[in-house]
């Protein structure tokens, strides 16, 4: 959009900065520098000092495109809503978040500013022209997240920044290795889920993820910068398990065995001592514990007196048999024949 005539004469005429700061002229912005990383876009400068409180300063920004030679404002009817017209900040956000960018990515652009108080301006103060893609610093990918599996890790993340296909795209590029190991590439990936393969089980890797710019321009893509490094055990595969299970297996059975073979060699070696250990010591009986304590007891009639007998007490019996040739008396004649008669009884009759 070329500028009424006047505006232009006014743009040209201001563009024609005097070599040096006259009195009615402000110092000139210092150091202007444009910063693009991922989707950043910020154009600053150093504040205008004065020597005296003569007011706010404010900045004016302005841009232009190769093919033209004038310069238009940075305000918002002419730069998608970006207003960098007359403005008190030391920057000028070419991208605000949540709005469209003041810039299409593709294209050369040329920025100046300079100071205004009042009817006072200073000198225009450019930085380089810039393309956004050609010149934007490219961080690492965001959003990094590794996956252990059985020997492989899963890689997932999101780009550094927004890009339209197909005028633009990402290749990403992965570098890891085993702890202690050389290093291994997987570069030109376009998917941004990516899956390490044939890694050893159980085993530490670090990698780290870079992300490279290509467009349509034809080009080299422009390169990112890399991750921080991350590192991540892999987890153990079927065969693995297995062998851990048998390594465990034979561990607890030569444990087992070799404390039993310890114990029974300290048994044979000590078994003097053993004995010794186990062997409960003899105890004096209580009567002669008692007899110790009072001597004027006669501990024979106390063993006597506490002793039961230890042989059996046997009843006498005595068996007595009449002769054959002895008559049954009358008044015995119904008694029984295994009774006999008392001595005596034939002459009391």
């Known amino acids: 959009m070329r500028p009424p005539p006047l505006l232009w004469l006014l743009l040209h005429l201001g563009a024609a900065a005097p070599t040096a700061d006259s009195p009615s002229q402000l110092p000139a912005p210092q150091n202007p520098k444009i910063r693009l990383y991922n989707a950043e876009q910020v154009l600053s400068w150093e504040p205008v000092s004065l020597?005296?409180?003569?007011?706010?300063?404010?900045?004016r920004v302005q841009f232009k495109y190769p093919t033209s030679s004038n310069w238009f404002d940075l305000a918002p009817l002419g730069s998608r809503g970006v207003n960098c017209f007359k403005i008190t900040e030391t920057q000028c956000n070419l991208a605000p978040a949540g709005q469209a960018a003041a810039f299409q990515p593709e294209h050369n652009v040329s920025l100046r500013v300079r100071a205004e108080l009042r009817e006072r301006t200073s000198a225009w103060a450019a930085v380089p022209w810039f393309q956004r893609y050609l010149n934007v610093t490219i961080g690492p990918p965001e959003n990094i997240r590794v996956i252990p599996g059985q020997g492989s890790l899963t890689i997932s993340f999101s780009p550094p920044f927004h890009v339209t296909p197909p005028t633009a795209y990402f290749l990403y590029c992965v570098h890891y290795w085993e702890k202690g190991g050389p290093p291994q590439v997987k570069d030109h990936l376009e998917n941004k889920l990516i899956e390490l393969k044939d890694l050893k089980p159980l085993r530490v890797y670090c990698l780290q993820v870079k992300?490279?710019?290509?467009?349509?321009?034809g080009g080299t893509p422009r390169q990112g910068l890399f991750s921080n490094v991350s590192c991540h055990e892999t987890?153990?595969?079927?065969?693995?398990?297995l062998q851990e299970v048998a390594l465990i297996a034979v561990g607890t059975f030569l444990s087992l065995t070799g404390l039993a073979g310890a114990c029974v060699f300290l048994t044979l070696r000590y078994r003097g001592l053993i004995k010794h250990w186990l062997r409960t010591p003899?105890?004096?009986?209580?009567?002669?514990?008692?007899?110790?304590?009072?001597?004027?007891?006669?501990?024979?009639?106390?063993?006597?007196?506490?002793?039961?007998?230890?042989?059996?007490?046997?009843?006498a019996v005595s068996v007595l048999e009449a002769p054959e040739e002895q008559k049954m008396l009358p008044g015995t004649r119904h008694q029984s024949p295994g009774c006999p008669q008392p001595e005596g009884a034939d002459s009391e009759l």
């Open 235 to 241: 987890a153990a595969d079927a065969s693995t398990k």
């Open 282 to 315: 003899p105890d004096v009986p209580v009567q002669i514990r008692d007899y110790l304590k009072n001597p004027e007891q006669p501990v024979l009639e106390a063993l006597d007196r506490d002793s039961s007998p230890k042989e059996d007490t046997w009843d």
């Open 51 to 59: 020597s005296s409180d003569e007011g706010p300063v404010v900045y």
């Open 211 to 217: 992300a490279s710019l290509v467009w349509n321009s």
